[in-house]
């Protein structure tokens, strides 16, 4: 009963599930490894996940947040979150080695859970990269921190977003990951396959990259249902 009530003040208080999950978890390794008691799951349920969907701004959000960048890093930093969809960590953490002028694609080495994957880059990208390089000719990392061959840092990288959606007088809150939920649907809004977007975006399950679906304004536009193909004749019945 105490852990139930624990449990629940936890959640009340504010916490996310992801939380109060973990809450639940370390109770549970305590009594079953170090207690040597028996985990009652029947009368302690693990909580359940909150589904919530992303929020997303407009390609043109997205086009007026990079215009306002205030420094070439800064835009091509968003530029890039935009058009790869990687995480805010992939992104910091790649390397000028990681990116493959030639196949046109970017390594990611360890991406969530530890699992690496390779990245499309699209024609403009590139050239876009080509230019940042040209100009900044950074070290080791694609985006260098306050010192040569260091890494930007993480709270630095978000502020710059932040800038930019002020200064482009965006309401809504837009952050890395924003960026990343942008880049899948509006791929899908423009056509793209949802397993091609599954690979790209490292997801290790369909349904995590088909929430974005219901995003999409135009996606069900484009749905060709069977029936409408049909020539079936109808028969007339009497009234």
Not at 125 to 141: D, G, H, I
Request: one cysteine or more.
């Amino acid at each position: 009963m105490y852990l139930n009530t624990l449990l629940l003040s936890r959640y009340r208080s504010g916490k996310k599930w992801q939380t109060v999950n973990g809450d639940y978890s370390a109770m549970r390794k305590f009594y079953e490894h170090v207690l040597g008691q028996e985990w009652d799951v029947e009368h302690l349920p693990r909580p359940r996940k909150e589904r919530s969907l992303p929020g997303i701004v407009s390609t043109q959000e997205v086009e007026r947040l990079i215009s306002h960048g205030r420094t070439l890093k800064h835009q091509v930093f968003m530029v890039l979150l935009y058009g790869t969809g990687l995480r805010l960590s992939e992104a910091l953490n790649l390397r000028i080695v990681d990116i493959d002028g030639q196949r046109e694609q970017l390594r990611v080495v360890k991406g969530k859970g530890a699992k690496g994957r390779y990245v499309a880059l699209p024609d403009c990208l590139l050239e876009v990269l080509r230019n940042y390089y040209r100009a900044y000719r950074p070290e080791e990392y694609l985006f260098n921190g306050k010192y040569r061959g260091s890494r930007w840092a993480n709270r630095s990288a978000q502020h710059s977003l932040e800038q930019a959606r002020q200064a482009a007088g965006i309401e809504r809150n837009v952050s890395p990951h924003i960026l990343r939920h942008c880049y899948a649907t509006h791929h899908l809004e423009n056509g793209t396959n949802l397993v091609y977007l599954k690979e790209q975006l490292g997801h290790k399950h369909l349904k995590t990259t088909a929430r974005y679906i219901h995003l999409c304004q135009s996606y069900h536009k484009r749905v060709a249902h069977p029936v409408a193909s049909m020539e079936i004749t109808f028969r007339q019945e009497a009234r």
